[in-house]
């Protein structure tokens, strides 16, 4: 993490790069305005020097903008630079990775007239590399929050010039809200973990199969297989929400391409299940009323009493206030807030500035579950 450890010194003067230093409890936050790209720097006070560091929370690419920021802080500030590890910012960027993506990439800029396939979980990507290899002309999005195994597939993507993945580290129960309704073709769940101490984190549920039947084409497939007896029988009964749907459940069957992880189980005579969910019906687009303003008048004092309330908890989302901090005059007052799923939840910091609140560095992605958490951070916040 990039870093600098420096002398005591006085509070600096806030201009345009720096407009806002803002104190809290423990730690001091510089806000900071780059390149029109805006995040926060830590002042941690040290014995007798101060660390300055990156704020994990709005930490953003290229990772040399925030070191310039550091060196930037340490300029104005006038005092000692004692240690750093910031001076490799004027070397030559590395290209960016051109198949694997961010969320935000496929919230606002993802659109393909191409039919998708998606794997959930690709793994060692044996699989995934074959689907890409085997069916140029779709475009194969693969899921895994390993990221040894993107590193893995991303090295194989280049070494065999494959130009039609996709890859991405997010949870595959809340990707799909991001697809088009009657884009998909194929959706691939093979060997999921099975989670059989704590069910809940299973990918396979009712919702789940949901979305895929709104993304999937007519007689586009869902494919569970797994060698689990216990999540192929969850996953069999989850099959009672869904009796107007062909399906079939079959058992060691053969498939082009094998990993070495089934041939290893076949070769144990272990049972494999293949569960096929057929989609049916033509779904309409989602739309939402995605509005994540904060139209009221705020007043300071009653926002410090606001967030300074118990973690909220209900089945769909949570929300979670964090330390606040504020400006010497008290004309500037941010604080973090943690919220949306519980499996994949959002941090964020909501700045308060002549009685209006932003959130600081831009809305959170638009999903269903951020909206439905944000009228109820209005409620809490009015």
């Given at each position: 993490m990039p870093?600098?450890?420096?002398?005591?010194?006085?509070?600096?003067?806030?201009?345009?790069?720096f407009?806002?230093?803002?104190?809290?409890?423990?730690?001091?936050?510089?806000?900071?305005n780059l390149d029109n790209k805006e995040f926060l720097i830590t002042k941690v006070k040290k014995e007798h020097k101060y660390l300055m560091k990156l704020d994990g929370t709005t930490r953003l690419t290229p990772v040399s903008l925030?070191?310039?920021?550091?060196?930037?802080?340490?300029?104005?500030?006038?005092?000692?630079?004692?240690?750093?590890?910031?001076?490799?910012?004027?070397?030559?960027?590395?290209p960016e990775e051109k198949y694997i993506k961010t969320i935000d990439y496929f919230a606002n800029d993802f659109n393909t007239s191409k039919e998708i396939w998606v794997e959930v979980g690709f793994g060692s990507g044996v699989h995934l590399l074959h689907q890409a290899?085997?069916?140029?002309?779709?475009?194969?999005?693969?899921?895994?929050?390993?990221?040894?195994?993107?590193?893995?597939?991303?090295?194989?993507?280049?070494?065999?010039?494959?130009?039609?993945?996709?890859?991405?580290n997010y949870d595959a129960r809340l990707f799909l809200e991001?697809?088009?309704?009657?884009?998909?073709?194929?959706?691939?769940?093979h060997f999921p973990v099975p989670w059989d101490k704590k069910p809940h984190r299973r990918v396979m549920s009712v919702e789940f199969i949901e979305e895929c039947m709104r993304v999937l084409k007519i007689d586009g497939t869902l494919e569970l297989r797994t060698d689990s007896p216990n999540y192929f029988e969850y996953s069999s009964l989850l099959l009672n929400n869904f009796k107007d749907y062909?399906?079939?459940?079959?058992?060691n069957v053969d498939i082009d391409i094998t990993s070495k992880y089934e041939a290893r189980w076949k070769k144990q005579e272990k049972t494999i299940w293949d569960i096929t969910i057929y989609s049916k019906d033509n779904s309409d687009d989602i739309s939402y009323d995605l509005d994540f303003t904060f139209p009221a008048i705020y007043e300071k004092d009653k926002i410090k009493k606001s967030i300074n309330i118990e973690t909220i908890i209900t089945k769909?989302?949570?929300?979670?206030?964090?330390?606040?901090y504020e400006t010497k005059d008290g004309e500037v007052l941010i604080f973090k807030v943690t919220f949306g799923s519980f499996n994949r939840p959002v941090s964020k910091y909501l700045l308060l500035q002549n009685n209006k609140i932003r959130y600081f560095q831009g809305e959170p992605i638009k999903t269903k579950i951020n909206l439905i958490a944000h009228k109820a951070i209005l409620e809490v916040l009015q």
């Open positions: 870093h600098i450890s420096i002398e005591q010194h006085n509070d600096i003067e806030v201009n345009e790069v407009p806002f230093v803002l104190k809290g409890k423990q730690d001091e936050k510089i806000c900071v925030m070191k310039d920021a550091l060196n930037r802080y340490a300029e104005v500030s006038k005092a000692k630079v004692i240690s750093s590890n910031t001076n490799s910012i004027y070397k030559k960027l590395e290899k085997q069916n140029p002309d779709k475009i194969i999005i693969g899921l895994e929050i390993h990221y040894p195994s993107i590193e893995q597939v991303l090295k194989a993507i280049k070494l065999q010039n494959i130009e039609n993945v996709l890859v991405l991001f697809l088009k309704s009657n884009s998909v073709g194929r959706v691939f769940v062909k399906h079939k459940i079959l058992e769909e989302y949570l929300i979670n206030f964090e330390s606040y």
